[in-house]
């Protein structure tokens, strides 16, 4: 039996021993191991087999099912890239011509998104090449979304950066009055602020944003898309910059 057919029956096997034939079927399918007619193809001598292989090594079918979702999240990605990396509303930092897009959707209320604050810093102020996309996503209080909107509010006087990191920073809840506080220590007009936070853009950006979490099966903060990889969870500084670096190596080797 070769390699191939081996690895043929392997997969079919999720089929007929788990159930999970949409997702290991799919992944086979697509790369031409076998056929859709393969499971009636296959012989008791290779069921027998293909249950003794699976009983010997039962990972098999974990390694096909996180393949099968490794590219169920390209597919979204590639679905969705001009919301994802070139929305119009979009707060860019960084390197805006960087050679990798690092985008987070985040919510100032969200314990571990303050947490990751020091790791996106971090990333800014080492990789002069990373292009940030930051996706306000207030979804855990109404005072979330008070900050949001003076966050991007904050775009139009140019001090996203300083508001969002002062805010993202400040101990306890945030909501509307408490960032306008900040924003006042920070020199912003606050006038102004309030004014550009009801703008009709503020609202399609974050629309947009609600939209295309949903779209990408993101349901918590904070979420990361880098790449053809949608990251959730507070992964930390070397996890993030470790997945950036693979995006940098894998364009290299698409263009030798």
Same mark, same amino acid.
Request: no cysteine.
């Given at each position: 039996m070769t390699l191939k057919d081996r690895t043929g029956l392997l997969l079919a096997a999720g089929f007929i021993f788990t159930g999970l034939a949409s997702g290991l079927l799919g992944a086979a399918i697509g790369s031409g191991i076998f056929t859709p007619e393969a499971p009636t193809q296959i012989s008791k001598a290779d069921r027998t087999l293909v249950r003794e292989v699976l009983m010997a090594e039962p990972e098999i079918i974990r390694e096909a099912m996180r393949e099968q979702e490794r590219r169920d999240m390209a597919e979204l990605v590639d679905a969705h890239a001009d919301a994802i990396f070139r929305s119009a509303g979009d707060v860019v930092l960084g390197n805006p011509e960087g050679d990798v897009t690092l985008v987070e959707f985040f919510d100032y209320n969200c314990g571990y998104c303050? /947490?990751?604050?020091?790791?996106?810093?971090?990333?800014? @102020?080492?990789?002069?090449?990373?292009?940030?996309? %930051?996706?306000? %996503?207030?979804?855990?209080? @109404? $005072?979330?979304? @008070?900050?949001?909107?003076?966050?991007?509010?904050?775009?139009?006087?140019?001090?996203?950066?300083? %508001?969002?990191?002062?805010?993202?920073?400040? /101990? $306890?809840?945030?909501?509307?009055q408490r960032a306008l506080r900040i924003a006042d220590e920070l020199g912003l007009d606050t006038d102004k602020l309030q004014a550009d936070a009801k703008a009709p853009e503020i609202d399609r950006t974050l629309g947009e944003a609600f939209q295309l979490a949903s779209a990408l099966r993101i349901n918590g903060t904070p979420g990361f898309v880098v790449g053809r990889d949608i990251i959730p969870g507070a992964v930390g500084y070397e996890e993030l910059a470790r997945r950036i670096e693979k995006v940098r190596q894998a364009a290299k080797v698409a263009r030798n």
């Open positions: 303050k /947490r990751t604050l020091a790791d996106m810093n971090r990333l800014m @102020e080492t990789d002069d090449q990373l292009r940030v996309v %930051f996706k306000e %996503f207030p979804i855990l209080s @109404e $005072g979330s979304l @008070e900050a949001a909107r003076l966050s991007l509010a904050a775009a139009k006087q140019d001090k996203y950066i300083e %508001f969002h990191r002062a805010v993202m920073g400040a /101990r $306890g809840e945030i909501d509307g």
